[in-house]
């Protein structure tokens, strides 16, 4: 893939996200201002997250859930935005993995069509294709950030296509084939998976070698960058995983003032490595 080549393909994906991103608020606005969409109460859905839930900053809030919903496709074109222009000479393999991590956000996307339309109380294959669409992007997001660590060198350049088509058919695949019970819905417009202790254990597994090959990348190459670059990875998966289960007004702030410091943090690192190179 040349740098022309994949900087109109970056270009490509901010064009969409803005197109989708602008087309699912009008119409979930739409829908609010018209009064059509059904609230539910706190015994129709799930919920997980119940730290200090007593507090009124820790409470329940169907509009902390939509901001958390937004809060991706919205971090999605703000950190496309940067990449697409900041790192457009910068021949990082790294950068084309975190567009695929970028995509996996952009998916969360689905649960705010299942608020839009109401779809939780239903069982319709459409609510369980979004639901697919949900999943399939939470497997996508953190094994591109694994292929990004262990995937880097410029040995691996000729590669990065098959790297992404693998990327992309474990995802779709596990999105496909993953149970899911659309009769039971949790407080983030999610319905309950089947394995979630599984798929938890999976997603930190993911975590921590992405972590592990990016500390011994570093201690191996005396690169004190690649330690930064890994600090701003924790952060920033930190904040993602978060934002999966917010519910309230802090899990919002604390989640997404974690992702943006963490991804500038990353990409701030990522940069100063190449540039060093």
Known sequence: ?????????FLFFLI??????????????????GNTI?????????????LFSGTELFKYSFYAVIGGIISFP???ILVAGF??????????LEIIYFYCFL????????????????????????????QRITIAGRVLAPMSLLFAALFNGTDQRENVEQYIVI??????????????????????????????????ALCALLMVASVISMIYTGVTNK????????????IMMAGYYLLWVTDNYAFLALSMGMLLAGTLYYLHSLHAIYLWK
């Open 167 to 200: 990327l992309f058919v474990i995802a779709t695949l596990t999105g496909i084939t993953f149970p899911v019970e659309t009769t039971k819905i949790t407080s983030t417009y999610a319905a309950i998976w089947g394995f979630r202790e599984t798929f938890a």
């Open 103 to 130: 995509l996996g956000c952009l998916m969360e996307s689905a649960r705010l069509v299942t608020v839009t339309f109401n779809l939780w109380r239903t069982t319709s294959i459409t609510f369980l294709v979004l």
């Open 223 to 234: 690169m004190l960058e690649m330690r930064r670059e890994t600090i701003g990875y924790i």
């Open 16 to 33: 969409v996200a803005i197109a989708c991103t602008a087309l699912n608020i009008a119409l979930f606005l739409q829908a609010l201002l």
């Open 38 to 50: 059904i609230f539910p109460t706190p015994t129709k859905f799930t919920r997980f997250m119940r």
């Open 83 to 92: 990449t697409t222009f900041h790192f457009e000479k910068t021949q990082a």
């Open 1 to 9: 893939m040349t740098l022309k080549t994949r900087n109109r393909i």
């Open 74 to 76: 919205v971090y999605v």
